[in-house]
């Protein structure tokens, strides 16, 4: 990799605590096992590691790819179309009430 | 009866009237229902619905309206919306969920009068390079049961390499068409981003997903390409407003193309029985026509970090939707974050929540620059390196796997190891770019991919080089011997 010049801005090396993975886990809405945190604290910090490669590559000047096709805005006419019925639209729902689906309180 | 060989060779079949769509689509379901026990393949299956279709089917071949694809009997990749027709991605978070709409490549086949059979197990949520990620168990390779089919489209290739489909939709964000396609053994396109419409599709890494077709060979692959490919208003990203027909210029040969192998791809891992099986196609390519000349492309070495940063980080934010509110099995906590918490906590498996926290992790405040914006500069100077080399050949061959089929479980403790499965495929991903993976020889009885890498929306000559190789080479008439098979 020594045909990269390193970037102006380095990460830190990498570690992760299981006290990020906590984090991390809480964001994402994901309820983790105690053993499950744990092993994600290892394999997380392995992948970052492996990642971190990317401070090899000069990007300085380079702007960031999103999508590879040089689209900007697609436009079509604001016009009536058929749509799902309400009846299809509920039908997977784990909890309905009549043309409702039925959660907890958001706002107390 | 008899299965035939390939789609065309079905569809001259039901033209001639020599079959029908029903006896055809009849003797596919006895045959999944003799073998798909031991392999696995299929997560659902709809007879009544496939039976109705090839009444159609029959009906449309009688009256002379017949299209290419009329009455074949296919298997569709489950994380391709089907009306009414379970689908869940290969994840508990979507058990029993019945899409109330079809995906456009599944309505533009149905248009088409194939004969969907159902739906083929995969990589959860289509993460995955061994089908292991499954939650509904693995697929085992027809070549040989006790190794995988590769993923994450392993169930579509392992339906096709077994003769219980004549073929398959896949979809590729990494390579999870082209992978399986060649650990099995039959040929699997990743078409251009933009060429195939996404609607419908459940959505992992909106930025590198496509759809593809996995035939036993080529001409099949254009086929099923001409009936899903073109633009559609639901999916703003299509941007094929040709009509191009795949088909047509298949057989006009490769003389005077330019053929660029890329010294990077073979890289520390790669098998010798693969390196040598590259190396003679390439030879067989110069043989037809083609000059060759080696390239090279330095990124490629990076573009595993690139890749495990943009897809996780789409993946966590595209997977957020998945909370037990609108479908799926629904875990009640004591208020509704907690609800969240336990129905995503329990309906993802590892793989998945591994990544929706690496990708949580790369764009949380403070990484975003470090992780997503990086990666996505250094995707800029892969296309660039891409677009420089693609100016000078018209084509890349490489290998598509480093490995044939590996043993099931030989990956599933290491992550970074099986993430290494993709490291031949995934630079096409992120540049946008199609690819093709066609059989080029065996190892010890298991199949070997070549993958040619093409210009964007060149996949008209693509297919042409494609299939050159294909008919010069016998490698596309093995099928794996599986005992009892014959039904």
Known sequence: MSKY?????????????????????????????????DRFTSQLSAILEAVSKLNAVDTSGVGPTASILPLQDVLREDELRPGLTTEDALRNAPDRDGDYIRVQPVFE | MKLPGTAHEAAGLLRRREVSSLELTEAYLARVGALDERIGAFLALDPDGARRAAGAADERLASGRAEALTGIPWACKDVISTQGLETTAGSRIL???LPPFDATVAARLRAAGAVMLGKTNCDEFAMGSSNENSAYGPVHNPADLSRVPGGSSGGSAAAVASEMALFALGTDTGGSVRQPASLCGVVGLRPSYGRVSRYGVV?????????????????????????????????????DFSGEDFARE?????????????????????????????????????????TIEEVSLPLTDIALAVYYVISPAECSANLARYDGVRYGPRIVGTDAIETYRLTRGAGFGPEVKRRIMLGTYALSAGYYDAYYKKAQQVRTLIKKEFDAVLQRVDFLLTPTSPTVAFPLGAKTADPLAMYLSDVDTLPV??????AISLPCGLSRGLPIGLQIIGRAFDEARLLRVAYAYEQATPHHMWRPALEGARV
Request: hydrophobic share 40%.
């Open chain 2, 95 to 97: 058990k029993g969920y």
């Open chain 1, 5 to 37: 010049p390193a970037s102006a801005h380095r990460l830190a090396r990498v570690s992760i605590d299981r006290s990020t993975v906590v984090n991390v886990a809480k964001l994402a809405r994901l309820a983790l096992s105690e053993e499950e945190i």
């Open chain 2, 203 to 239: 959505a992992f890494s909106s930025s590198q997903d496509q759809v593809g077709p996995l035939t036993w060979d080529v001409h099949d692959c254009a086929l099923v390409l001409n009936a899903i490919a073109g633009d559609d208003p639901l999916d703003s990203t299509t941007m």
């Open chain 2, 250 to 290: 298949l057989g006009q040969g490769i003389e005077g193309m330019r053929f660029g192998v890329p010294k990077e791809y073979v890289v520390t891992g790669t098998e010798p029985a693969v390196e040598a099986a590259i190396r003679s196609a390439v030879q067989e390519v110069e043989r037809l026509g083609g």
């Open chain 2, 429 to 434: 991903n992120i540049a946008g770019l199609p």
